[in-house]
């Protein structure tokens, strides 16, 4: 049992070295690669020496009534032979540039990145002009490992790094010509007219209502396609916004949704494989607006239920002539747009932070390190756990009572008797002071409870700051977030 013990330690050790020297030579071959390309673009007619990379090739015609080089020929051979695709289809994909906001950052979808890469981008390479087949990726966010199981792009030995660094990587991977631009920052209205110009198509995979509306706004005042999109829980949706005289975002929603009403994946989890299936058809629309093929999803929305695995297709209104942003009378100026507040207007933030509501008065709250100090000195006390019943199962704190938030009102009675049967055990009549505490997990709802509990007669209920993530952090790192 040692040995194996010692040889199993010995193995993980070994991996550990081997995955950091990975991921230090995929850095250190994606800044190369990033170099090369950036002299490529300077000097189009430079050839590369002993490199795996073709050599430049301006764009010239072939002879046969299009521009595709035989290497392009080759690679892109399957989409030749759709008829409905063929040679001009792909040579008009092979033109365009798609910007993706939202690499797979706080939920969004990222893994139809790789489906553009693979199939749209174009290889301004071997074309040698640098405004050809471009895919730009926008994300300030670094990789996490509960970004695994959905975010496909990634891989471990990235974990702590950037989204776009990392997808940028595996994308030059993939094809080695292509033109990846990474855009590590958040987009705000600052920066947005700016490098939205730059695409023909904006792929929206944001998981935020100011993003949303923010980037629907910049592709009215660019006149750019939006392709949106949307995946939380067991269900995703799609459609295309401002594309031959459909709807923008805002005149389908012409108000913000209540902060409440959003969902995130980080809140509400995600099956890994439904922004896989969204990501894939963005794509899908993505390439079809490139290459001018068949019928954009524009006026209607993909509607994905993977639980009965129903697609459906709905029609969505037309532009309204009332919009506050593409409508006749007052269509967004580029000022305009600069100078909207999207986080008051939608009284969210941007960049979302999970959020840390303040509704009790100090003496109403205690940190997680006084609560162990509490149970430390084996102060009689009862704790609710206020998360739903499937999180609780998850993890939780010993001898803790779960009473969903949802369900308090109903079973205060549960909490009165766990607080008379302390009271009796500890053989004291100090009524029900001090000894009710509540957590969650985050320490946003424990607040609502206590607020609640206080109105309803157990004055001296606290609520634990910071929740479980709290404790975790501050008392004991054995105990698993999520
Ligand atoms: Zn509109």
Known sequence: MDSDGGEASRILLQLETLKSTKSEIERQISALEAQLQEINQQHPNATVPNGSCPPVIPSVDSGYGHDLSPQMIYRYSRHLLLPAFGVQGQS????????????????????YILQLVVLILGTQYLYGIASLGRLGIVDHDVVELNNMHRQIIHTEGFIGQPKVR???????????????????EPLRTSN????????????????????????????????KPLVSGAAVGLEGQLTVFNYNGGPCYRCLFPTPPPATACQRCSDSGVLGVVPGVIGCLQALEAIKIASEIGEALSERMLLFDALSGRIRIVKIRGRS????????????????????DYEKFTQSPLTPL????????????INSKEYKEKLVRGE?????????????????????????????????????????EKEEHQGTDSGLGGRLYVICRRGNDSQ???????????????????????????????????
């Open 92 to 111: 008009k994909l092979l033109k365009s540039s798609v910007l993706v906001v939202g690499a797979g950052g706080l939920g969004s979808l990222l893994c």
């Open 166 to 184: 990392s997808a940028a990587t595996a994308c030059r991977s993939i094809n080695s010509t292509i033109q990846v631009v990474e855009y590590q």
């Open 192 to 223: 947005a007219l700016e490098i939205l110009s730059k695409y023909d198509i904006i792929v929206d995979a944001t998981d935020n209502a100011p993003s949303r509306y923010m980037i629907s706004d910049c592709c009215v005042v660019l006149g």
């Open 321 to 340: 002539l009332q919009c506050v942003a593409c409508g006749e009378n007052a269509p967004f100026s580029k000022q305009q747009f600069q100078e909207f």
């Open 354 to 365: 999970p959020l840390k509501l303040k509704l009790l008065q100090a003496d109403s709250r």
């Open 380 to 420: 009689a006390h009862v704790l609710i756990d206020v998360r739903p019943e499937h999180h609780f199962k998850i993890v939780s704190l010993p001898n803790s009572l779960n009473i969903p938030l949802s369900s308090l009102e109903a079973r205060l009675p549960e909490i009165s008797s766990a607080l008379k």
């Open 448 to 482: 609502r409870a206590v607020q609640f509990l206080h109105k309803m007669g157990f004055t001296s209920a606290r609520d634990i700051i910071g929740g479980l993530e709290g404790w975790a952090h501050d008392v004991d790192p054995n105990v698993p977030t999520y």
